[in-house]
T-cell receptor, first 116, second 115 residues
Framework: KAGVTQTPRYLIKTRGQQVTLSCSPI?????VSWYQQTPGQGLQFLFE???????NKGNFPGRFSGRQFSNSRSEMNVSTLELGDSALYLC???????????????FGPGTRLTVL | AQSVTQPDIHITVSEGASLELRCNYS??????LFWYVQSPGQGLQLLLK??????LVQGIKGFEAEFKRSQSSFNLRKPSVHWSDAAEYFC?????????????FGTGTKLQVIP
């Protein structure tokens, strides 16, 4: 089985722009979660999508949004980029059965976003 | 406040020595507990998890962890470390907050293995 894939792997944007990151989960997985990893704040949970609906969310501002398609692929969008949005964005997939994000999650390699 | 604490930012051990990485949490109920490993340039990989039942949990790569309710701890152990274990280790807690499920990670412990 192919693992979780994320595209692009690296991205450079300037302040004020918006960005869209993509995540393809493991085949058969219906839950996709997004995380932000920075040296200062560590790993932080953004949100989880299951069957095209946001099922859980962390404490990020509305500039961070996402969606999930019928094939379970997910995109995350960040609008009006700030310097502090520079981070490694990780996507994880799981079967999404009872237990939600507390099921075993399989992580992708991440997208490294740099905001200048 | 709810939190996950990994008190050791960096640990160095000799190859073949035993290892214990500490993790403490502060949540009202028994949460879901996880240990993940992140190798340089890699995503996270689940080592083990605890939901309920036997408090000693076996994971992959020879790791184990013990849940101690009285100490609110979930320490990770390995009896003999290999050079390939050098990586960053994250303790994580799954919990409910404001009607949502959330996962909170500790700040991580970087493990260096010396020959």
């Amino acid at each position: 089985k192919a693992g979780v894939t994320q595209t692009p792997r690296y991205l450079i944007k300037t302040r004020g722009q918006q960005v869209t990151l993509s995540c393809s989960p493991i085949s058969g997985h219906r839950s996709v979660s997004w995380y932000q990893q920075t040296p200062g704040q560590g790993l932080q949970f953004l949100f989880e999508y299951f069957s095209e609906t946001q099922r859980n969310k962390g404490n990020f501002p509305g500039r961070f949004s996402g969606r999930q398609f019928s094939n379970s692929r997910s995109e995350m969008n960040v609008s009006t980029l700030e310097l502090g949005d520079s981070a490694l964005y990780l996507c994880a997939s799981s079967s999404g059965l009872a237990g939600g994000i507390n099921n075993e999650q399989f992580f992708g390699p991440g997208t490294r976003l740099t905001v200048l | 406040a709810q939190s996950v604490t990994q008190p050791d930012i960096h640990i160095t051990v000799s190859e073949g020595a035993s290892l214990e990485l500490r993790c403490n949490y502060s949540y009202g109920a028994t949460p879901y507990l996880f240990w993940y490993v992140q190798s340089p340039g890699q995503g996270l990989q689940l080592l083990l998890k605890y939901f309920s039942g036997d408090t000693l949990v076996q994971g992959i790569k020879g790791f184990e962890a013990e849940f101690k309710r009285s100490q609110s701890s979930f320490n990770l152990r390995k009896p003999s470390v290999h050079w390939s274990d050098a990586a960053e280790y994250f303790c994580a807690v799954g919990h409910n907050s404001g009607g949502y499920q959330k996962v909170t990670f500790g700040t991580g412990t970087k493990l260096q293995v010396i020959p």
